[in-house]
């Protein structure tokens, strides 16, 4: 099957193209660019994509699916359901299941359980050590053949400079990225928020934003005498940026993202006792904030992604310090980078495109996405820079409900997504691109 996207403007950092462009895709694979003004091949449906941007699509490298185990709260179809309606093509799968991932066999299941869905790619991410507790390392190599792309205890993080060493050297024979939650658990001693003012006016335990980014020093020391490919998952810190510009200075393989939740709202939410403003890292001060945005800005942070993190409502209504930490985010990231990034100036597109497509897949040596280059897999994402809408949880096809963000208005958001050729999800205030898509080419050929 052929699909013309048709008069759209391409952004695709990898191949320097930032232009007024046709994309053609057939069997699964980009075909190549055109002129807007060259011809439709034929026999090929069209899409029209006039004042939209066809990007790349766009890869969430830090998702929890709880899919084995915990699939009342999402599973991995429901996941890779959100992912396509958030606009994401590719996910990628945090080991922190039951059973947790660290082994081939349950790399092996998580892949299966993808394909089967048919929705979003599922790349799983295996344990850094045998049930993420830290003491002997995980079988690496057979989690790679079996599919793995990189390796992390997120949420338990590896506790000892020691153990972290000898992690970054395994992984490294295996060229596979070492992603850490930064969090020394002895500073942050079962804190529930950021440690600052607000955790002193509601007198709620806190977490400092030392223990944060005491580890992500440790680590970046350790890349640096590894030599091994250091990924820092969710900063939330100026501390923790800092480390990262450091390294990025000296030369190492370290890169980072940043979640959503971390550059829209600070632990001013809290006050609220609203359980959905309960993640790990916390919302931190106004300071943090700011320097989350300039790490965006700037280009130390290298992508953005949701650190999807579903929970059970009755979990979530439990009291402020008993509730689980995280929040869904799949389908609310890409607005929320719009809004608070795009359209106040933080970033430009092509940068929305590097942090969310072009970079995830370099990192994670993806070879074939986060670029529209012939032979590509056809992953776009495509996105009306202009859409007005309101994210409804109601509508959200996670199973979980967990997000402060229901309600919130977007200026610009995702209109369709393309996997593998086919269009998954098609935003249906769109329907004059779903005439356009029937159109047959060659009455828009004669045209
Ligand atoms: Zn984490
Ligand atoms: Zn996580």
Redesign the pocket.
């Known amino acids: 099957m052929r699909l013309l996207i048709q008069n759209g403007y391409i952004i695709d950092p990898a191949q320097g193209i930032n232009a007024g462009r046709n994309l053609l895709l057939e069997d699964g694979r980009v075909v190549g660019i055109s002129g807007h003004g060259d011809s439709v091949p034929e026999g090929s449906e069209v899409f029209d994509a006039t004042g939209l941007i066809v990007a790349p699509g766009f890869i969430d490298m830090h998702v929890h699916l709880r899919e084995p185990g915990q699939e009342y709260k999402e599973t991995i179809r429901s996941g890779a359901a959100a992912a396509v309606a958030g606009g994401f093509t590719t996910v990628c799968a945090m080991p922190n299941t039951n059973p947790l991932n660290d082994n081939a066999a349950v790399t092996r299941f998580v892949i299966e359980q993808a394909e089967r869905a048919g929705l979003a790619s599922v790349f799983p991410i295996g344990a850094i050590t045998k049930n993420s507790e830290g003491t002997e390392l995980a079988e690496m190599g057979e989690m790679k053949d079996a599919g793995i792309v990189a390796v992390s205890d997120?949420?338990r993080p590896v506790p000892t400079a020691g153990m972290m060493r000898r992690a970054m050297e395994y992984a490294r024979g295996f060229d596979l990225p070492i992603i850490d939650?930064c969090e020394d658990k002895s500073l942050a001693r079962g804190g529930v928020m950021h440690e600052g003012h607000w955790s002193l006016v509601l007198g709620m335990r806190g977490m400092p934003a030392a223990a944060e980014e005491v580890d992500a020093e440790r680590n970046c020391l350790l890349a640096e005498l590894t030599g091994a490919r250091l990924h820092l998952?969710?900063v939330s810190t100026g501390g923790a940026i800092e480390a990262v510009r450091r390294a990025k200075h000296k030369g190492l393989p370290v890169t980072c993202e940043a979640a959503p939740h971390h550059w829209t709202l600070t632990d001013e939410a809290v006050q609220d006792y609203d359980t959905n403003t309960k993640m790990?890292p916390p919302l931190r001060s106004r300071a943090h904030l700011e320097a989350i945005i300039e790490g965006l800005r700037d280009g130390t942070i290298d992508a953005i992604a949701s650190?999807h993190a579903p929970h059970h409502a009755d979990e979530k209504a439990l009291e402020y310090d008993q509730a689980p930490f995280g929040i869904v985010g799949l389908e609310t990231t890409v607005g929320l980078a719009m809004q608070r990034l795009v359209n106040e100036g933080v970033i430009s597109l092509e940068r929305l495109v590097e942090l969310c497509a072009t970079h995830p897949a370099r990192i994670l040596n993806l070879g074939d996405r986060g670029s529209l280059r012939a032979q590509a897999r056809a992953d776009v994402t495509i996105i009306d820079p202009e859409m007005s809408w309101t994210f409804d949880v109601a509508r959200s096809k996670s199973k979980s409900r967990n997000t402060p963000f229901h309600g919130y208005a977007f200026r610009g958001g995702v209109v369709a997504t393309i996997v593998a050729g086919r269009i998954l999800h098609l935003h249906p205030d769109y329907t004059r691109l779903r005439e356009g898509r029937h159109q047959p080419a060659m009455s828009e050929a004669r045209a």
């Open positions: 997120d949420g939650h998952a969710h790990s650190d």
